[in-house]
């Protein structure tokens, strides 16, 4: 997701339709490929984790994925 947003940014301001391909790109890997293992991995991390600074990781993630997924649908 970083590498696609990094990608975007020299078309910020030139070039909508790159950015808007590149935004396509971005939910495409997020629907195909993160959100189908992520939210496992981070409730077994919550679950398991041995620190709460791990398990405060965890729920950090949780959070910005939900908010990148929100963020995604409303584009």
Do not use: R, Y
């Not at 975007?8 to 030139?14: T, V």
């Not at 391909?21 to 992520?38: D, G, P, Y």
């Not at 409730?43 to 965890?58: I, L, P, R, Y």
């Amino acid at each position: 997701m970083f590498h696609l947003l990094a990608e975007a940014l020299p078309f910020m301001e030139s070039d909508e339709k790159k950015v808007l391909e590149i935004i396509k790109a971005q939910k495409c890997f997020f629907t195909s490929h993160l959100i189908k293992w992520v939210p496992d991995f981070l409730k077994a991390v919550t679950e398991h984790a041995e620190t709460d600074f791990f398990k405060g990781v965890a729920l950090l993630c949780q959070g910005c994925l939900k908010k990148t997924e929100e963020v995604l649908n409303n584009l």
